[in-house]
């Protein structure tokens, strides 16, 4: 995958749920230039172009990042911190998507400055509808700072 392209990064470790996120985002025809991680120390590496990801123009940044809360190795909470503490990444869309309802995680998400927490549906028929409104919204519809 050419890395430059990325428009959505998705940090999840449920395939299910990344199945499901794709596929809500193809079917609507609003990105094609997804990248997965599936863990929070594999998303940072991926943003900071580290590691297996060393070779990655680190100034080709996503459009938008989809980060869930419970992840291995390093919690959402975790990597949206990291995120906001870098000048070169800090203006980068985050919306927590997560099954998390603890108003603890909601506001700790807010701190540090997230741009969006979305809890997601359980069914499949609102789980798609909210995805495909996330990504209409941040692809579309969202003016970023050049």
Not at 42 to 55: K, M, T, V
Not at 65 to 71: N, R
Not at 82 to 111: A, C, F, G, M, W
């Amino acid at each position: 995958m050419d890395y430059s392209e990325v428009e959505i990064l998705l940090v999840e470790d449920n395939p299910y749920d990344v199945e499901m996120t794709i596929n809500s985002l193809q079917q609507h025809k609003i990105s094609n230039k997804i990248f997965v991680t599936r863990d929070g120390a594999e998303a940072l590496d991926f943003i900071f172009a580290r590691g297996e990801y060393s070779g990655r123009d680190v100034s080709a940044k996503p459009r938008v990042i989809l980060l869930d809360l419970k992840l291995p190795k390093k919690n959402g909470l975790e990597v949206l911190r990291e995120i906001r503490s870098d000048e070169s990444t800090k203006q980068i869309p985050v919306v927590i998507l997560t099954s998390s309802q603890e108003e603890s995680d909601i506001v700790e998400s807010y701190k540090l400055g997230v741009n969006s927490y979305i809890v997601k549906p359980v069914d499949f028929e609102n789980f798609t509808k909210a995805i495909s409104n996330i990504g209409l919204y941040w692809l579309i519809l969202n003016k970023p700072p050049l």
